[in-house]
């Protein structure tokens, strides 16, 4: 079982499960901009197995595109998953707000054409190239 706060520690959940398909680094200008960082870090979980354990009416969401609605933690913006309602049974998961080790590393980077210019990836993971350069939005 996996666990997990936002930053202020008002919302609290678990996982219940195991974390879906490859970890990913995602270099997209959404990921980026969602997560206040240079890629957001992510992996799939079956919501059947997300359980709120506190804070629960904290959570507030908006609608990045249509159908798709990010969730955060309102009481300290930390963002927690994505619901794409064509695909609701899994959510896409922010892995920075997990207090356990989920024992799974990054497996790759995605979205490598809207990269940052200040970061380097220097590492052996596979890169998918795919996206609009740093600055532009699709």
Request: aromatic fraction near 8%; include cysteine.
């Amino acid at each position: 079982m996996l666990k997990g706060s936002c930053a202020c520690g008002r919302v609290r959940y678990e996982i219940r499960g195991e974390l879906l398909g490859p970890v990913t680094c995602c270099h997209c200008w959404r990921c980026r901009k969602h997560s206040g960082s240079s890629f957001g870090t992510t992996a799939g979980v079956n919501a059947s197995d997300l359980s709120l354990l506190a804070g629960e009416e904290l959570l507030s969401s908006w609608e990045s595109s249509p159908g798709v609605h990010r969730f955060f933690a309102a009481c300290c913006g930390s963002p927690i998953y994505k619901r794409n309602d064509a695909a609701a049974a899994v959510l896409g998961f922010r892995l920075g707000t997990l207090d356990t080790d989920p024992l799974k590393k990054a497996e790759l980077h995605f979205m490598v054409g809207s990269k940052v210019p200040w970061v380097e990836i220097d590492d052996s993971l596979p890169q998918e190239p795919g996206g609009v350069p740093f600055g532009e939005r699709d």
